[in-house]
């Protein structure tokens, strides 16, 4: 570009940094592309906000746009002679773009915006607040187009204060204005006490989120529990089915065997009398004709003569006459085997049946109320059956633990338990490993005197109060269990029982439903007591666990397995034997 030519900045709209396009002038001074500036100050129409994008002066009405023709005639003699917009510089603010206050002539983009002094900054034009001691106090942010905002439009002062009635923002003055006696406080105060809301809500949010995130994994684990239950119950089926097949296969044969081996011995045993009569038939035969031919001899003297030479008949070797039995034979055969396949097939019939039960009531956890009603049989509550472990860390350190954590029992030996926070050390208690999930069902054998428990993780671990005490708390519901009488607590209410006492109890929890029932267990299980409440924390948080009353009580929770389907398959297998 040769020295003499007019600078290319000189003919550029600020706001699309190109050359302009049907300039217009505004009252200040500047120039920009019509369109540019109009939408520029379409944007600001609500709040009749019509300054310049350049040195911000501001225009009260606003101003009429009319095409600076002698403008417009400049730009498009020299687009003629080769002049071009310069090329864009990022460090200059466009439409889009938070512009410096401080800047003349063409604005640099705002690194930061100042709350105190409600103007936004270059880094040149900033350095002074981080240089100039007063200025260093002042509120730094981001970039911000709504400084204008923090302005009370009525008395043009900053808004610092926070009008709580009509929960707004005011400036000083209105609060001694038009909001006199109202709550108010400073913006800081409001704001810190809103900070606090908003992370309580957010801490909430989150411990949903956790929630949530946890249930998905829960039932993630569900789906591929259910996958590979189903993959290896059909192929253990499979393998069952296949050694039956071959059980009756070999049984089969061996039958088939055993029958042709007891043809050919009595085949072979009757062929062999029945040769010796056809040699004894012969050799009469030859007897009786010479006899015959002696009965026709006329000489009565030769008659005599040969009569007594003629051997005597040999004595036969079996019996005048042969005992045939009817016709049975083997039928009697045919005939066990038919009772055989009846027998079969009345096993099989009902073995079905109870597969056919087993598979269609297979249960996962999503099940809720609405899934089904609360069991009945001991079969059906076994459907819900989980594991039960006692939690060391929690064990009062009286309580002694066997059987793999699943007995435990109140000692005068205290235990080496090492030191942790969830240690019940004043009464004797102690509470499950696992958190109870969904629709759970358990079993509890108890002697002497016991609380069988449900209870809130966070239940107090000290003291002698009633808040850490099975039953008498809003975090615990117990069966108190002895051997007179059942009586059921929570919230230290108290309900007596009547009726029998038996020494192994069935519990249920059907977390969503909100329902715990407790039962005396038996194949049609009795109901001693249920209650129906709203559990306020989550499923991971409630644990079982007992109370152990009195010295060398125990309590033990049972292994439960489905074992109706396993042991008709093992009956159908001995028949076959």
């Not at 949903?208 to 089926?237: G, M, P």
């Not at 099989?348 to 049989?377: A, F, H, K």
């Not at 009195?550 to 439960?560: D, G, I, W």
Request: glycine share 4%; net charge neutral; charged share 25%.
């Amino acid at each position: 570009m040769e020295q003499n030519q007019p600078d290319q900045e000189t003919f550029s709209c600020s706001i699309c940094l190109d050359l302009l396009k049907d300039p217009v002038t505004i009252p200040c001074g500047h120039s920009y592309c019509m369109n540019c500036i109009k939408s520029f100050w379409d944007e600001g129409e609500q709040k009749k906000n019509y300054h310049c994008p350049q040195c911000r002066e501001r225009f009260t009405p606003r101003p009429v746009l009319k095409k600076s023709t002698m403008l417009a005639a400049i730009v498009d003699q020299l687009k003629k002679t080769g002049l071009q917009a310069a090329p864009a510089d990022h460090r200059y603010a466009g439409h889009e773009d938070v512009a410096c206050d401080f800047c003349t002539g063409r604005k640099l983009k705002a690194i930061k915006s100042c709350l105190i002094c409600l103007a936004s900054y270059c880094e040149k034009h900033l350095q002074p607040h981080y240089d100039v001691a007063p200025l260093k106090k002042h509120k730094l942010v981001e970039p911000s187009k709504n400084l204008q905002e923090n302005i009370c439009s009525k008395h043009d002062e900053v808004m610092k204060m926070f009008c709580r009635t009509d929960q707004k923002c005011i400036c000083y003055l209105c609060s001694v204005d038009e909001h006199k006696g109202h709550n108010t406080v400073s913006a800081a105060a409001e704001r810190t006490e809103r900070q606090r809301e908003l992370e309580e809500r957010r801490g909430n949010i989150q411990q949903r989120i956790q929630d949530r995130e946890k249930d998905v994994k829960l039932l993630q684990q569900e789906v591929e529990a259910i996958n590979h239950s189903a993959d290896k119950t059909v192929e253990d089926s499979e393998k069952i089915f296949t050694e039956l097949i071959r059980l009756l296969q070999k049984r089969s044969s061996d039958v088939k065997q055993q029958i042709r081996s007891q043809q050919e011995t009595e085949v072979s045993r009757v062929k062999d009398v029945q040769e010796k009569l056809e040699q004894e038939i012969t050799e009469l035969k030859r007897k009786d004709a010479e006899l015959e031919q002696l009965s026709h001899t006329e000489d009565h003297n030769q008659f005599l003569l040969n009569y007594p030479s003629l051997p005597a008949l040999s004595e036969s070797t079996h019996s005048s006459s042969i005992n045939i039995r009817p016709l049975r034979h083997f039928e009697d055969v045919t005939a066990a085997v038919s009772e055989l396949r009846e027998k079969l097939q009345d096993v099989l019939r009902d073995s079905w049946t109870n597969i056919s039960l087993m598979v269609t009531e297979v249960d996962v956890l999503l099940s809720g109320p609405e899934s089904g009603p609360e069991p009945t049989t001991r079969a059906g509550f076994l459907r819900y059956s989980c594991k039960i472990t006692m939690d060391p860390n929690t064990a009062h350190r009286c309580l002694e633990l066997s059987e793999g954590n699943r007995k435990v029992t109140y000692t005068d030996q205290r235990q080496s338990y090492p030191s942790h926070p969830d240690r019940f050390t004043q009464f004797t208690r102690i509470l499950s490993k696992e958190s109870l999930t969904g629709r759970c069902y358990w079993e509890v054998e108890w002697s002497g005197k016991v609380y069988v428990a449900v209870a809130y993780k966070n239940i107090s671990r000290a003291g002698s109060h009633n808040e850490c005490l099975f039953g008498r708390n809003d975090k615990s519901w117990a069966l108190e269990c002895q051997s007179t009488s059942f009586e059921f607590g929570h919230n230290n209410i108290w309900t007596s029982i009547s009726g029998p006492v038996s020494s192994r109890v069935g519990v249920y929890l059907n977390h969503e439903a909100g329902f715990l029932s407790f039962y005396r267990v038996s194949e049609s299980m009795t109901l001693i007591h249920r209650v129906q409440t709203t559990f306020t924390q989550p499923l991971h948080l409630v644990h079982a666990g007992v109370w152990i009353f009195n010295y060398r009580n125990s309590a033990k929770f049972c292994k439960l397995k489905k074992k109706m389907l396993r042991n008709k398959m093992l009956g159908f297998s001995l028949l076959l034997f």
